[in-house]
C-alpha cells in the first residue's frame, strides 16, 4: 500500500482507478478508513440463484450502486448522477474511467463521460488509483482467487477548478480524462493503450470467433477429404481386372 496519506480524512473527493479484476471493487475499500461508494451493473444485483444472491450481497456490503446498463446514454447518465449524490454528502466514489476491465492488463482509453463530469459537476479533487496484480489473484472467468498479495498505489489528488461550469464542454472532458489516465499509468506501469477497452473485447471476441469458424471449416473440409479418397479407394477396388 503506497499513498494512503493522499485520501483526505474528510470531505469529498473521487478514487479514479485502473481495471483488472472482480476484485478491485473489494481491495480498494478493505484498506480504507472511509466509505468508497462504486458504480455496478444492476445484473450483479438481480442475477438469481445462489451465485446470485452472494455476489448481490458482496457489491452490498462494499457499498457499491446498482446502474441500469440496458441503454448506453441512460446507463451514463444514472452514473452521473449517482456519483453526484454521493459527493454532495461528503464522501468517496469510486470510478473505472476505462468502463470495463482490462482484457489483457494493459491501460486503456479512459471515457469522457462520468469521471470528468462528476468531477466538473462538483469540484471534488481527483485522486488517481493504481491496483496493481490483482488481475493475476482472480483473473476473468475465475470464481476462486488465488491467495497472494496484491498491491495499491494513490496518488496525489488532481485539482480540476480551472474547468469549473465546462462539463458540457467535450474537449474539456477529454483532457480531464486523460490527465487522470496519464497519473494512473505513472503510477500502474501499465502500457497504455490509445483505444477503449470495449473495442478491444468486440475486437478479441471477433478474432476468437473467426479462428472457432475457420477450424470448423478445416475440419468440414479434412472430413470431405476424407470421405471422398475413401470412396475412392473404395471405387478403384469395385472396378473389374482387365
Do not use: C, W
Request: charged share 30%.
Amino acid at each position: 500500500m503506497e499513498g494512503l496519506e493522499n485520501i483526505p480524512d474528510e470531505g469529498p473527493a473521487i478514487l479514479a482507478s485502473n481495471h483488472l479484476s472482480f476484485s478491485d471493487s473489494f481491495f480498494l475499500p478493505a484498506v480504507l478508513d472511509r466509505k468508497v461508494t462504486f458504480i455496478a451493473k444492476a445484473e450483479y444485483f438481480t442475477t438469481p440463484g445462489v451465485k446470485g444472491r452472494l455476489t448481490a450481497a458482496f457489491f452490498k456490503g462494499v457499498g457499491q450502486l446498482p446502474v441500469d446498463r440496458s441503454g448506453a446514454r441512460g446507463a451514463g447518465e444514472a452514473a452521473i448522477r449517482s456519483g453526484i449524490e454521493v459527493l454532495e454528502r461528503g464522501e468517496l466514489f469510486g470510478i473505472y474511467p476505462e468502463g470495463t476491465r482490462s482484457p489483457d492488463g494493459r491501460l486503456y482509453r479512459g471515457k469522457p463521460g462520468g469521471l470528468a463530469r462528476v468531477a466538473l459537476a462538483t469540484g471534488a479533487p481527483v485522486i488517481p488509483v493504481a491496483m496493481i496484480d490483482t488481475e493475476k489473484i482472480q483473473p476473468p472467468g475465475k470464481v476462486m482467487p488465488k491467495l497472494m498479495r496484491p498491491g495499491i498505489r494513490i496518488g496525489k489528488p488532481l485539482d480540476f477548478s480551472r474547468y469549473q461550469g465546462m462539463e458540457h464542454d467535450r474537449f474539456v472532458l477529454r483532457a480531464v480524462t486523460d490527465e487522470v489516465m496519464y497519473e494512473i499509468m505513472k503510477l500502474s506501469g501499465q502500457e497504455y493503450v490509445d483505444m477503449y477497452a470495449t473495442a478491444m473485447k468486440r475486437q478479441l471476441a471477433e478474432a476468437a470467433k473467426a479462428e472457432k469458424e475457420a477450424e470448423k471449416a478445416a475440419k468440414a473440409a479434412l472430413a470431405r477429404a476424407e470421405k471422398e479418397q475413401a470412396e475412392k479407394e473404395q471405387a478403384d477396388k469395385e472396378k473389374p481386372e482387365r
